[in-house]
């Protein structure tokens, strides 16, 4: 048990993490963008580490939620596909860091087993080998493509191939913009800012087992181990403490800058919060 709002040196903080994680029966994966640093992905905090990487974003002031606007692949389909081609090639070509492994080992170890809730659209759990159907992808993922007004079917991105995409100038050429048989440009099957027309039906159907597992599961017998979620977009951070509240569950939160607990909880809320990065705090706790 760890108390809130009471300092704790690092080892014993690993040590409370590690009998939480030991002690469960079930293990509820949950991660933001801070999870991928440790793969060598941008996590885009800020403009400045967005703008250094794309040169154009910065010479029109664009910030991250300018960008990832669907009304881009109205308004200039090779500038949008530019950004998220880009981003589409980097995802394919980065492996997952250790820390991934060592979640999957975690789970198969646990009686109930494990699921991974996640706002990352990068692809990067299932590439470390977690089945498809546990990994909930709450903003879709870039490896699914779907039509710009939501109609028709969501296909695999599998088949489509990209040119490389030189990032200061973050373009591909109109004869390379992925479309369907029909020769109806396609779009990412990601929730943008401001997005009326993303088809959900992917991960409304991973959402439906996830709580339909979870409702089975023993009360009190999960642990929640989040990593890289942070306040600026709280999907992720609200959705482990509804775990901890509804179901019982412990929370491990990772974050080198939030690793901060509600202060509503009490000494009875057995949860530890560890200011380091994802594979730092997993390598120590495992």
């Known amino acids: 048990r760890c108390v809130v709002g009471v300092v704790m040196a690092s080892p014993d903080k690993i040590a409370v993490a590690a009998g939480l994680v030991r002690r469960a029966r079930g293990i509820v994966v949950t991660a933001g963008a ?3 640093v440790d793969s060598g992905l941008p996590d885009f905090r800020g403009t400045s580490g967005l703008w250094r990487e794309y040169p154009p974003l910065a010479q029109q002031g664009l910030n991250f939620s300018d960008m990832a606007n669907p009304e881009w692949f109205e308004a200039d389909p090779c500038f949008a596909w530019g950004f998220y081609g880009h981003r ?6 980065t492996d997952p860091h250790e820390g991934f492994h060592i979640l999957r080992k975690w789970i198969s170890e646990k009686p109930a087993g494990g699921r991974v809730f996640t706002s990352n659209v990068d692809g990067q759990f299932q590439k470390a080998g977690f089945p498809a ?18 109609g028709g079917e969501i296909h695999s991105a599998a088949d489509i191939e990209l040119p490389e995409v030189d990032p200061a100038e973050l373009r591909i050429p109109e004869e ?3 479309k369907d048989k029909h020769g109806r440009l396609l779009r990412p099957n990601i929730l943008m800012f401001g997005d009326m027309y993303w088809d959900e039906s992917r ?16 009360k009190g017998s999960l642990c ?5 979620a942070g306040h600026a977009v709280p999907t992720v951070r609200r959705f482990s403490e509804s775990v901890v509240q509804q ?7 990772i974050n080198v800058r939030d690793s901060d607990l509600p202060r509503r909880w009490g000494e009875s809320t057995p949860a530890v919060g560890l200011a380091l990065g994802a594979l730092d705090a997993l390598q120590q706790i495992d």
């Open 34 to 36: 801070g999870m991928g």
């Open 224 to 228: 929640v181990v989040e990593m890289g």
């Open 247 to 253: 179901y019982g569950a412990s929370l491990v939160r």
């Open 133 to 150: 159907d546990t990994v909930l992808e709450c903003h879709g993922s870039i490896h699914y493509v779907q039509l710009l007004n939501g």
């Open 176 to 178: 390379r913009l992925p």
């Open 203 to 218: 991960t409304s159907k991973v959402q439906h087992d996830l709580m339909r597992w979870l409702v089975k599961v023993e």
């Open 88 to 93: 589409l090639n980097l995802y394919r070509r």
